[in-house]
């Protein structure tokens, strides 16, 4: 399939998506933005975690990060030269509502504004994620996701926004990826707030969703019938490393935790069976309407993915069969890997989305996320050679061609990421940008998969005013 792929022209590649397909890019507040103490923006549990030694590598934080916020015109010009057609990011709720509810900041919401009119300007459209894991402080103290009036917090800071904006936003994202919100913030604690308790990680995801399900209608409240409204979930499918029955078994475990734990509740209306107790925890706090409410039919799906897991039964019968502690087989003989140490596995993502079109009727998918880290280095002055990054997108659109080739309903592609960033516990030291930031001058560099990308899409646009072959 890879030496086929390769093979392909840019012309053929871009031949296979359907007209009005949208390629972008995506980025975060946290991890581009800067200006954390600028023009009123509150703290987020964020600004506390990077802050506190040992949590993020270096000692990073986003404090400057690509200073976006100030740079911000000049970041659009270059989504422009990329020929973006969209671009996702995040809107930071303490620069919203710097105490999380209350008093509106009306200078975070100006900048909100600035940027959107600058897309639009440039003919990009707008997609716009309302929480991208930079809780406020001052809920986070109050219990962040654990107390269930976060929730209403967030539908309330959902309508602010959708007033001053939902005039322009076609695509509304509510949340990016709640299984890292709460597994990786709650359960593991190597995300912010840093809490190690996993029956606390539950009653996060429970909350979590439950502030999207009451965010949808009042989004729709204030947004045209024509905006569309949706969620990104992160997606790690598990593949079996061979066929013994208990690799089976920890596979279907590995599923229900990894991919069905949040999809099952939007799509089937409630949690996978069973799988509370395969993890010896307790089901979430979970109120009368609460799964209805979830379950508010939406627009579209948000798919990021980056890898795979590769999962081995454990042998003994003795060892708890916890679907968050399977087995994982790593590193995958023959395998290549990305600098996070993640498998490169395209097929992932195409079997994602057509099981989400097949098995869940997903009306809308985008991929809202997918890229790779690697350690690029500047050449000369104005070079970025990265061709494992050009190989992995090729190969990852490639993919979901495929995908879309067996009906699954996919509108559009963004890449992770638009610029280098703070990759969260990682810091700087990981790159996914196809654009390279030299952090001490802030000065912006496309690199090749930048141009590469942007020769994709602008081949694509130009394929569709061609006579097909
Ligand atoms: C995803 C996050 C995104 C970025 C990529 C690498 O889980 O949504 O912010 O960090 O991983």
Partial sequence: MDDANNALTDVELARQFPANFIWGAATAAYQIEGAAREDERGLSIWDAFSATPGKVAGGDTGDVATNHYHRMPEDVKLMKQLGLDAYRFSIAWPRILPDGRGRVNEKGLDFYERLVDNLLEHNIRPFATLFHWDLPLALHHKGGWLNRDTAYAFADYAEIVVWRLGDRISHWITHNEPWCSAYLGYGL??????????????????????????????????????????????????????????????????????????????????????????????????????????????DFLGVNNYTRSLVRGRPSPATPPLADACDVLSPVPGACYTD??????????????????????????????????????????????????????????????????????????????????????????????IVYVDYPTQRRIIKDSGHWYANLISTFHSAQNMPQP
């Fill in 189 to 298: 604690g190597i995300h912010a707030p840093g809490l190690q308790d996993r029956q606390a990680a539950l009653t996060a995801g429970h909350h979590v969703l439950l502030s999207h399900g009451l965010a949808v209608p009042r989004i729709r409240a204030h947004t045209p019938p024509t905006a569309q409204v949706g969620i990104t979930l992160n997606f790690t499918p598990a593949y079996p490393a061979d066929d013994r029955p208990e690799t089976l078994r920890d596979v279907a475990l590995a599923d229900a935790f990894s991919t069905r734990w949040l999809l099952d509740p939007l799509y089937c209306g409630g949690y996978p069976e069973h799988l509370f107790e395969a993890l010896q925890l307790n089901a979430p706090p979970i109120q009368n309407d609460d799964m209805a409410l979830i379950a508010t039919p939406i």
């Fill in 340 to 433: 996070m140490a993640w498998e490169i596995y395209p097929q992932a993502l195409s079997d994602m989305l057509i099981r989400l079109h097949r098995d869940y009727h997903v009306p809308a998918l985008y991929v809202t996320e997918n890229g790779a880290a690697f350690s690029d280095n500047l050449n000369g002055d104005t070079r970025v050679h990265d061709p494992r990054r050009i190989d992995y997108l090729r190969r990852h659109i490639q993919a979901i061609a495929g995908a879309i080739q067996q009906g699954a309903p996919l509108h559009g592609y963004f890449v992770w990421t638009l610029l280098d960033n703070f990759e969260w516990a990682e810091g700087y030291r990981k790159r996914f940008g």
